[in-house]
């Protein structure tokens, strides 16, 4: 086999300014090197696929060229497409020894569009064997080994691009998404649901509690808000008369960066009037399970080296039942610093501004969720962790609100939503009392909204869920970055 004159991978330095001068040379032979556009006739899947119909049929496919060896008056170039690998036998008595000359000008990376008839070689490989190569695209830079460089996460995650071309298992997760993302509308069409699009500039970072992107809007003179969650727009909706609506959209939330949270993620967030929590729960469950046998044709999976189960109905746990079973009567302590003392007895850290809510709320998350393996519902929620969801009628410490927990980690949340125009009120001025003690991430008073309610809403269920915590769930990913083709990341330094 002769490798001189042959495309090779990234050799040092001198590559770049090596594919410049055949960049030149490209040119200097009357050929576009950055060509327009091409004639495609299949794809790679479809000739490995079609092979018994296509064989001897003219076709025209078009790649990146990832793989190049010569063999005497001949070569094989494996290209690289959407649907997967192809080789390509180029060989001198077909192409003319000008046209194969050029050919082996070409460099790893290189985008080729290339006609010619399917056959087998004598390998058994199924093959392109052209009458005519056109260079479609010049790749001035060299691809980076294959078992090296690619390993490392920091390059994979911020070159993302270079990513998708060495690793085929990573382009098949991100389609994976998107089949899931199809799944969901597909789910919530059937059951009647309106997809919306609500504001991502907001004069009120409202609907949850969480520090905001703040950025300031010069023609209006105004501060605004990237929105924290889709809830209020939404439920505004639900008074207007839309009464199944849902939006899958970005949510930006000023918080740390870990393998569960991100700046910037996907939610959807769902309504449905004349519901409440429990409805939701059904349908929470309905909608798990249908995007799990959609996306693997399987409610069973493995995550984090543990089987999971996602088959319904999923148990209902309360969690100040739980946690007073575990010596930690949380709910009945008599005053807020008394559970914050609880706290620390089993090693969680508080400010001395903790309510009993959200003592409650560190304790679970210490000591309950990593514990929550399989699907199980979460309920019992405290009212002061809870601003926008119905109180308990036998307990209105407490709220109609449950989260979904899978594998230890949150993936959905949801409410009967409070309608009471007066009560909301109410929450929101202890909302307020706690921003001024110092907790940044309390909720603001929306009084456009209260106005909405004022005008009335029908009991209401809602459903928030974490599409990329479900991704990773589904796709069996260790980290959000595994399913978010462009995370944020600290700046590259030198």
Known sequence: MEKHDAPRASDGEGEPAARRMKLRRWREQGVDPFGTRFDRTHLSGQVHEGFESLQGQEVSVAGRIIAFRRQGRAAFADIMDAAGRLQVFLRESTLGPEEFARCLQLDLGDIIGVRGAVMRTRAGETSVEPTAVRLLC?????????????????????????????????????????????????????????????????PIAGGTTARPFRTHHHALGMDLYLRIALELHLKRLIVGGLERVYEIGRVFRNEGVSTRHNPEFTMLELYQAYADYHDIMRLTEDLVTFVAVAVRGTTVMRWQGREIDLRAPWPRLSMVRELSARGFDVLNARTDAAARAMATQAGVQLSEAATRGQTI?????????PTLIQPTFLIDHPVDISPLAKAKAEDPRLTCRFELIIGGMEIANAFSELNDPDEQRLRFEAQAAERERGNDEAHVTDEDFLRALEYGMPPTGGLGVGVDRLAMLLLEADSLRDVILFPHMRPDRP
């Open 361 to 369: 709320d560190a304790l679970v998350e210490a000591i309950l969720l």
């Open 138 to 202: 010049k790749a001035l830079r060299p691809l980076p080994d294959k078992w090296h460089g690619l390993k490392d996460k920091e390059v994979r995650y911020r070159q993302r691009y270079l990513d998708l071309i060495a690793n085929p298992a990573v382009r098949e997760r991100f389609v994976q998404r998107s089949r899931m993302l199809a799944a969901i509308r597909r789910f919530l069409a059937d059951r009647d649901f309106m997809e919306v699009e609500t504001p991502v500039l907001q």
